[in-house]
């Protein structure tokens, strides 16, 4: 068991902690006075610190400059606060962990539902749809990126950025989605939930995750289109090959290109049709509940969290009951 979680750090001028941390980011920037120090997020199961080792040696340079997002490294030092926040100020820097030394768990976020799992429950969605042009597609993404999909994450940072989230945001997704059908029946099923299946598909191919969950960084195709862009042509390639319905194949289209609502976000048209209307509420909402859980995970009751940036930086209140 790790001696340090970050959830436990607590500023102390006096105590010498040592630990191993999985590497979020780390970046080596000029000081004052022709100084080099390097600034990384470093991270466990349990949360996220903000660490710097102040003025780099030569030496120290060149080993530094060969860290990379997803190593596992020993470090030593001492907390502080900065801005109202922990910050482990770092005396050294031992080198990376073996792969045999540790606990996948202590260091790797990952969703709270086995894969397989919820690889199966969506499963057995799409095969109940009665439209087969729709069960066609959704299976053929499915089966097809099987492998990647078990252990995918949903983002690089914020919500569902852990290993397999990208299931367990589609699950609860479906789930809720089920639900609306039932209150607004005016919806069609089999769409809405196909929607839900392979809105977020393409960040298969957007995110450069490793077999932990973890994105050190956006692919190129990632970076220059977004999963947005990408998702209306992998469908559209899909739909071609399949031999899907004209108007099917565009409606799930319009629907990845729109579930971001917004231009800001990413997408260039609002929602023209009440499933993609849905779409987008079920994926801002889950998108929500997540951050919230999160945040508040190891808040004592009667407590507020640190700002959430994306929840408007607001500081949430963990209730008592």
Same mark, same amino acid.
């Given at each position: 068991?790790?001696?340090?979680?970050?959830?436990?750090?607590?500023? %102390?001028?006096?105590? =010498?902690?040592?630990?191993?941390?999985?590497?979020?980011?780390?970046?080596? &920037? *000029?000081?004052?006075? !022709?100084?080099?120090?390097?600034?990384?997020?470093?991270? @466990?199961?349990? !949360?996220?610190?903000?660490?710097?080792?102040?003025?780099?040696?030569?030496?120290?340079?060149?080993?530094?400059?060969?860290?990379?997002?997803?190593?596992?490294?020993?470090?030593?030092? =001492?907390?502080?606060?900065?801005?109202?926040?922990?910050?482990?100020?770092?005396? %050294?820097?031992?080198?990376? #962990? =073996?792969? @045999?030394? /540790? *606990? &996948?768990?202590?260091?790797?976020?990952?969703?709270?539902? +086995?894969?397989?799992?919820?690889?199966? /429950?969506?499963? +057995?969605?799409?095969?109940?749809?009665?439209?087969? %042009?729709?069960?066609?597609?959704?299976?053929?993404? /499915?089966?097809?990126?099987?492998?990647?999909?078990? /252990?995918?994450? #949903?983002?690089?940072?914020?919500?569902?950025?852990?290993?397999?989230?990208?299931?367990?945001?589609?699950? &609860?997704?479906?789930?809720?989605?089920? &639900?609306?059908?039932?209150?607004?029946?005016?919806?069609?099923?089999?769409?809405?939930?196909?929607?839900?299946?392979?809105?977020?598909?393409?960040?298969?191919?957007?995110? @450069? +995750? *490793?077999?932990?969950?973890?994105?050190?960084?956006?692919?190129?195709?990632?970076?220059?289109?977004?999963?947005?862009?990408? !998702?209306?042509?992998?469908?559209?390639?899909?739909?071609?090959?399949?031999?899907?319905?004209?108007?099917?194949?565009?409606?799930?289209?319009?629907?990845?290109? $729109?579930?971001?609502?917004?231009?800001?976000?990413? $997408?260039?048209?609002?929602?023209?049709?009440?499933? #993609?209307?849905?779409?987008?509420?079920?994926?801002?909402?889950?998108?929500?509940?997540?951050?919230?859980?999160?945040?508040?995970?190891?808040?004592?009751? !009667?407590?507020?969290?640190?700002?959430?940036?994306?929840? %408007?930086?607001?500081?949430?209140?963990?209730?008592?009951?």
């Amino acid at each position: 068991m790790k001696p340090y979680y970050i959830k436990d750090l607590r500023p %102390d001028e006096g105590h =010498r902690l040592e630990d191993r941390y999985l590497v979020r980011n780390a970046d080596i &920037r *000029d000081g004052n006075n !022709g100084k080099h120090h390097l600034y990384m997020t470093l991270a @466990d199961a349990t !949360g996220e610190v903000q660490a710097v080792k102040w003025t780099l040696t030569p030496d120290e340079m060149s080993t530094y400059s060969r860290i990379r997002t997803g190593m596992i490294i020993s470090v030593s030092g =001492r907390c502080k606060e900065y801005q109202g926040k922990p910050q482990l100020i770092l005396d %050294d820097i031992k080198g990376r #962990a =073996r792969d @045999d030394s /540790y *606990d &996948r768990s202590d260091f790797f976020k990952a969703a709270p539902e +086995s894969p397989e799992g919820m690889y199966e /429950y969506i499963l +057995s969605k799409i095969n109940a749809f009665e439209d087969e %042009d729709l069960k066609k597609l959704c299976l053929s993404f /499915y089966t097809d990126e099987k492998d990647r999909i078990m /252990y995918w994450p #949903a983002a690089m940072s914020n919500h569902h950025a852990e290993y397999a989230g990208l299931l367990y945001h589609v699950k &609860r997704m479906m789930m809720m989605g089920e &639900r609306a059908c039932e209150v607004y029946t005016n919806l069609n099923r089999d769409l809405l939930l196909a929607g839900v299946a392979l809105h977020d598909i393409e960040k298969l191919n957007e995110l @450069d +995750s *490793d077999e932990n969950g973890v994105v050190p960084e956006y692919t190129l195709e990632g970076k220059m289109l977004g999963h947005l862009v990408m !998702g209306v042509h992998s469908i559209g390639d899909r739909c071609e090959e399949l031999g899907i319905d004209k108007e099917k194949c565009l409606l799930m289209q319009h629907m990845a290109l $729109s579930h971001h609502y917004e231009p800001e976000y990413g $997408s260039p048209k609002k929602p023209l049709f009440p499933e #993609a209307e849905m779409l987008h509420y079920l994926d801002m909402t889950d998108a929500k509940m997540f951050d919230m859980e999160d945040a508040l995970k190891f808040v004592e009751p !009667g407590g507020f969290s640190e700002k959430v940036f994306t929840l %408007d930086n607001r500081k949430l209140y963990k209730k008592t009951f």
